[in-house]
């Protein structure tokens, strides 16, 4: 009888054992699960900084153009245009942050809808933070421009808004390019030109080392305006996939436009 129950014991004691090691087994499996999908989100898995742009839906305009810039150290920058009502585009910086899944950004401003990242997109959500459905929530889609400096011949278009007049062979346009090794070369209208750049946090840039031969041109004029621009440049933005070079009071330098 004694050694009967001394069994049942060990019995019930195994049994509980191998019950709790396998809640145990399961709940590794579960939160290994739940840590490898939260890894796996927007925040950490996509190449997410950069410009975004596209034209909202308005209740009463057009549209609203909007241009949006998050940066890798959690700022932004939004420039939104009321079309049909103001050519002005209303310009807002701030911070943001990632929601507890990685997926959305949520601007300082609370006023500010949150942002969906996606592929080479943000969608602008509704208060709650959901995506807009039916026929319209295409439009509620910013989509990533060209953002990369390097690889494109960038061809002058104007200075301050006002076009400038081209010649049609595009090897005499001038233009500037943009090397991986933090150099520059590039043309003025008249002399060849060559530098160095440095790159800040949230799209701040800086030129220096600048060199350009001393042929004399007609075109002077655009050389004089191109340099003054080259040198008064602090930051830069991509704007209806044009280069847009601004000085240190976000005033509009100059616009370029790839040649390709």
């Not at 810039?69 to 990632?98: C, H, R």
Request: aromatic residues 10%; charged residues 25%; proline residues 2%.
């Amino acid at each position: 009888m004694k050694t009967t129950l001394i069994n049942s014991l060990c019995i019930t004691l195994v049994l509980l054992f191998t019950s709790c090691n396998s809640e145990k087994k399961k709940e590794t499996q579960i939160e290994g699960s739940q840590m490898e999908a939260m890894s796996d989100n927007s925040m950490t898995s996509l190449d997410w900084g950069g410009t975004y742009e596209g034209q909202l839906p308005c209740a009463d305009c057009e549209g609203i153009k909007t241009i949006v810039t998050i940066n890798q150290d959690n700022t932004y920058v939004m420039k939104e245009t009321y079309l049909g009502k103001n050519a002005t585009p209303n310009e807002s910086k701030g911070t943001f942050k990632w929601d507890d899944q990685g997926q959305r950004i949520i601007f300082s401003d609370s006023k500010r809808n949150p942002y969906f990242v996606g592929e080479n997109t943000l969608t602008h959500l509704d208060k709650d933070g959901n995506k807009i459905s039916g026929d319209m929530k295409a439009q509620y889609v910013l989509k990533k421009v060209n953002d990369k400096l390097v690889g494109e011949k960038w061809h002058l278009v104007s200075f301050k808004g006002e076009e400038i007049q081209l010649k049609e062979a595009k090897s005499e346009h001038a233009y500037i390019e943009f090397n991986e090794n933090f150099t520059i070369l590039g043309y003025t209208g008249c002399n060849n030109l060559q530098g160095a750049y440095k790159l800040e946090d949230a799209q701040k840039i800086k030129f220096s080392q600048l060199i350009n031969t001393l042929k004399a041109c007609p075109e002077i004029e655009t050389e004089n305006e191109f340099l003054k621009t080259i040198n008064s440049t602090a930051s830069y933005a991509f704007e209806d996939h044009a280069l847009v070079m601004y000085d240190k009071e976000h005033q509009k330098l100059a616009t370029f436009k790839a040649a390709n």
